[in-house]
């Protein structure tokens, strides 16, 4: 499976999250310690807001370790709301259009886990796309199925809603199909000023994710301060991070935490 960070807070440069800590993302990329796979080596991107509404984007098929273009531009590169993803596939094809993070106008969106029953189902499961929506589709990854079909029952107007919504949808498609395989979702949004995360799993057994804040915060922040959102921690300060429980939507802005329970 994936690993990924998303990182809202001080603006820093890339590279203090995704290659300075002990356990970073690239680190994680060929030594992953919560994942079901070790290496996660089928390519990686970044996202990254500046002074534009629109976020940033580089995405390649190299594994992140491997890239020195992502080394250097991450020493360059500062933001205050950035994404960054390394990709493991279960079966679609390494491409840069299979690369996480997805964009659409201003919204970034990255995954790790799988819809169940995809390979025999897609076509049902693409077909909860509306067309407006479906030109925009580059890849053929679930993951950018799902950022699709939320986009299309209201995810921007109301991002809870828009997932709760395209979920119940895939798993009525899946349930009606007998589709053995569950479906395991972590997830990370933005709009380039909030950043929303869901942990779900139809079997209880979400992909991890973790909140804290790992790197010094705005003077006298508290600890329910949250600058990142993390597949699994990059250091070993048990003080800097805490479990997401499973079944949790989780908004964060400014700093501060909002966490919803879903029921589907």
């Known amino acids: 499976m994936c690993r990924w960070v998303a990182y809202s807070g001080p603006r820093l440069p890339l590279e203090d999250v995704i290659f300075n800590p002990k356990y970073s993302l690239v680190h994680q990329s060929f ?15 970044v996202a990254w807001y500046g002074s534009r509404s629109e976020p940033g984007l580089f995405k390649d098929i190299l ?4 890239d020195e273009n992502l080394r250097s531009l991450s ?3 500062e933001s205050q ?4 993803h390394v990709r493991a596939s279960t079966g679609t094809s390494v491409t840069r259009a299979n690369c996480h993070p997805f964009t659409f106008g201003n919204w970034s969106f990255m995954h790790n886990g799988r ?3 995809w390979s025999d189902h897609r076509r049902e499961m693409e077909g909860l796309i509306d067309g407006a929506f479906y030109k925009e589709r580059t890849g053929t990854t679930d993951s950018e199925a799902l950022f699709l079909i939320a986009l299309s029952h209201g995810l921007r107007e109301d991002p809870l809603a828009g997932f709760t919504k395209a979920l119940s949808s ?3 498609i899946q349930a009606a199909a007998g589709a053995a395989e569950p479906t395991r979702i972590s997830a990370a949004l933005s709009d380039g000023t909030s950043i929303w ?8 057994q979400s992909p991890s994710m973790y909140v804290g804040a790992p790197f010094e915060g705005p003077q006298g922040a508290d600890k329910a301060y949250v600058t ?3 597949s699994e921690p990059f250091d070993n300060e048990a003080d800097h991070w805490r479990a997401v429980e499973e079944g949790c939507f989780l908004h964060i802005e400014n700093g501060a935490v909002t966490q919803t329970k879903i029921y589907l």
Request: charged share 15%.
């Open 31 to 45: 030594s992953a310690r919560e994942s079901v796979v070790a290496t996660n080596a089928d390519g990686f991107g």
């Open 63 to 66: 594994p992140a370790w491997h």
């Open 75 to 77: 020493r360059q590169i």
């Open 81 to 84: 709301l950035f994404f960054a």
């Open 115 to 117: 819809l169940g029953g």
């Open 170 to 172: 895939i798993l009525r």
């Open 197 to 204: 995360a869901l942990r779900y799993s139809s079997d209880g």
């Open 228 to 230: 990142t959102i993390a």
